[in-house]
T-cell receptor
Framework: AQSVAQPEDQVNVAEGNPLTVKCTYS??????LFWYVQYPNRGLQFLLK??????LVKGSYGFEAEFNKSQTSFHLKKPSALVSDSALYFC?????????????FGQGTTLQVKP | GAGVSQSPSNKVTEKGKDVELRCDPI?????LYWYRQSLGQGLEFLIY????????KSGLPSDRFSAERTGGSVSTLTIQRTQQEDSAVYLC?????????FGQGTRLTVV
């Protein structure tokens, strides 16, 4: 069965510092990997995705993520954090063809950026 | 419409009553998902519709929960005989190709 783990409930960083939010996955097959962000009392917003190709993918708001097949990880990164990045972040995985498959989420990581 | 629309945005119901939650996906999206999120926690998968295939119901927590998708478009999640533990935000998402897009959710409170 496919699963996603986000080992940190909360990540705290100072504004201007780099940030990393960790994600590991377990699937049988080639995964499609995603990051979503949720601001308070809002739905989830898509940030970025990995399908195939370059291991470093870039997304919205300056975020990027690095796919590591050997470590089955897909960590979210940003070179310089902003206070406005404070939110709940979810990693997700889907196995199937390009347009099929159940989408499974991790438990989420709260990112707190302090001024 | 521009995005996934869910209604109502908030629903308060008495324990034991039935409720229906509605999801209007983005036009043309063949996949539709329902999730439950409790108190800002993770997303619990409930059910997945893909085109005309039989839905994946593996996440439905009990037989009080059911969902249908009519005409490959609008979906309704029904919870019968609601319990207090059903209180949560119910999120719907639709997908055409790779990434899914979410609605704003329905906040269900069972009193």
């Amino acid at each position: 069965a496919q699963s996603v783990a986000q080992p940190e409930d909360q990540v705290n960083v100072a504004e201007g510092n780099p940030l990393t939010v960790k994600c590991t996955y377990s699937v049988s097959g080639n995964p499609y990997l995603f990051w979503y962000v949720q601001y308070p009392n809002r739905g989830l917003q898509f940030l970025l995705k990995y399908i195939t190709g370059d291991n470093l993918v870039k997304g919205s708001y300056g975020f990027e993520a690095e796919f590591n097949k050997s470590q089955t990880s897909f960590h979210l990164k940003k070179p310089s954090a902003l206070v406005s990045d404070s939110a709940l972040y979810f990693c997700a995985v889907r196995v199937g063809s390009s347009n099929t498959g159940k989408l499974i989420f991790g438990q989420g990581t709260t990112l707190q950026v302090k001024p | 419409g521009a995005g996934v629309s869910q209604s109502p945005s908030n629903k308060v119901t008495e324990k034991g009553k039935d409720v229906e939650l509605r999801c209007d996906p983005i036009s043309g999206h063949t996949a539709l998902y329902w999730y439950r999120q409790s108190l800002g926690q993770g997303l619990e998968f409930l059910i997945y519709f893909q085109g005309n295939s039989a839905p994946d119901k593996s996440g439905l927590p009990s037989d009080r929960f059911s969902a249908e998708r009519t005409g490959g478009s609008v979906s309704t999640l029904t919870i019968q005989r609601t319990q207090q533990e059903d209180s949560a935000v119910y999120l719907c998402a639709s997908r055409e190709y790779v990434e899914a897009f979410f609605g704003q959710g329905t906040r269900l409170t069972v009193v």
